[in-house]
């Protein structure tokens, strides 16, 4: 093993522990509260050596969200990789999988849902914000298949599958950011999987082509 990769591999498990201790301080203070330096705590590492590899909390965090886009393409992949499927069966195989993303990491969705609302997303670098736009772009796009498919079928409506897709993440994002505001006001818990499925179910009813015409 060269130098230079030696040093490679030791800056990306340096980032990587301080991406978990980043996490641990997340959970325990929240978004807003957590600091550079609390986490740098956490890490034991100095304040200024987490400014090497992040330039600031929002970049710290919107690393973290990475993981959860990644999985999100998998999980469509597979929906879409799945064999002999009806278009009906496909947008329950979708609803399972927006599901799995939830429980994948329930506190790193909720925030990377206020993070991409809120003026931080100005805060990361062209490279990272780069990124999170590749990831979501292919995530909403191999959604859209799911739709084409439905479409090619005559089973559903003659949309704009892209449209299906926004449509969908915009309700998912929505039913996660309610019910999480729902268990913090102790007015409603774990009832997420319940309201996607009535979700899912209107929206499946609602993109079915009309075959009485």
């Known amino acids: 093993m060269g130098i230079q990769e030696r040093k490679e591999r030791e800056r990306e498990r340096r980032r990587q522990q301080i991406m978990v201790a980043a996490k641990r301080v997340f959970s325990v203070k929240g978004f807003t509260k957590a600091t550079m330096e609390d986490i740098a705590k956490e890490a034991e590492l100095s304040p200024g050596t987490l400014y090497l590899y992040f330039k600031n909390k929002d970049e710290l965090y919107a690393s ?3 993981r959860i886009l990644q999985y999100l393409l998998i999980r469509l992949e597979h ?4 064999p002999d499927q009806t278009p009906e069966q496909m947008i329950e195989s979708l609803k399972e ?3 799995d993303v939830y429980e994948f990491d329930p506190l790193i969705l909720v925030n990377m849902f206020h ?4 003026e931080a997303l100005k805060n990361l670098t062209p490279e990272l914000l780069s990124e999170i736009r590749e990831l979501s ?4 796009n191999t959604m859209a298949k799911i739709f084409e498919e439905g479409i090619s079928r005559g089973t559903f409506i003659e ?3 892209l449209t299906f897709s926004n449509i969908i993440w915009a309700m998912f994002s929505g039913i996660v950011l309610w019910e999480e505001s729902k268990r913090i006001l102790n007015e409603g818990s774990d009832s997420l999987k319940e309201t996607l499925e009535i979700a899912f179910d209107i929206f499946a009813e609602g993109i079915k082509k009309n ?3």
Do not use: D, I, T
């Open 79 to 82: 929906v879409n990789a799945e």
């Open 211 to 213: 075959e009485r015409g």
């Open 97 to 99: 999988a927006m599901y």
């Open 115 to 118: 993070l991409q609302s809120s």
């Open 159 to 161: 949309k704009k599958p």
């Open 137 to 140: 772009r292919n995530s909403l």
């Open 64 to 66: 973290l969200s990475l």
